[in-house]
């Protein structure tokens, strides 16, 4: 943002100017002409996983940025929130949930750190420059911007992320190219954090099963609103098999010790 205008009177509402940024932004695959080598592409995914890295290091505090959203008692709300809208959003044909529901809200960290984050921080929100791509000019999409905890954020980008040798359903629906030769996968992008951050981390299920069930609400909300014939985009018709997966994945990780 460059600069803002509260006066109505020449637009006829608020209005904000932005800096264009020109750019490669990754959709579900490169953009055609894109060949990039497998040694680009690991120098790539560092450098976007580094800029949420550098996000959740900035002091909001000493910025002036306390305002930007509640903080303490971030993970409960959003627990507690999004049980509510799947809850909510439930049509006949996917599962209660219940019992992901449940864990979550037993299992919700006693320990909670504070920074800002993106809330949806994916591939296709950053501009990569197109002469230095390991270069991130920018992120995108900062309406989801909170003081929360910075799990819970890796947790939320980490349920789009898609890998190789994930199964082809999981692959049909994916959305950046996160599982082309050089990408990081989810276990070496949580150590790789941790590395960055000096954190230790003995069990990411919690934050991993929210990602997944926090995604498995939105999917849903957008069928339900399918399913009442609030939106007639048939893009979103078999959206319950995605929620169906997505529920019976948060199960299969809450199995697991750790």
Known sequence: MIAVCEDESVLGSTFYLMERLEGIILRKNPPKGID????????ICYSFWDKMIHLHQVDYKKEGLQDLGKGEGYIERQILGWNKRYAN????NVPAGKKVMKWLEVNIPKEENLCIIHNDFRLD?????????E?????????L?????PLM????????WVEEKDDFFVKSIRRQPSNIPGMLTREEIIN????????????FRFYRVYGLFRLAGIVQQIYYRYSKGYTKNKAFKNFWLISIYLIKTCENIIKRKK
């Open 145 to 149: 911007a909170a003081i929360g905890d």
């Open 153 to 160: 954020d890796l947790g939320n980008s980490l349920a789009y």
């Open 192 to 203: 790789y954090y941790c590395e960055k951050t000096g954190r230790t981390i003995n069990d």
């Open 135 to 143: 270069n991130i000019l920018g992120v995108l999409d900062w309406e």
């Open 89 to 92: 959003a439930k049509t006949w």
């Open 36 to 43: 990039w080598d497998e040694e680009t592409v690991r120098k």
């Open 125 to 133: 929100n950053v501009v990569i420059d197109p002469t230095n791509p």
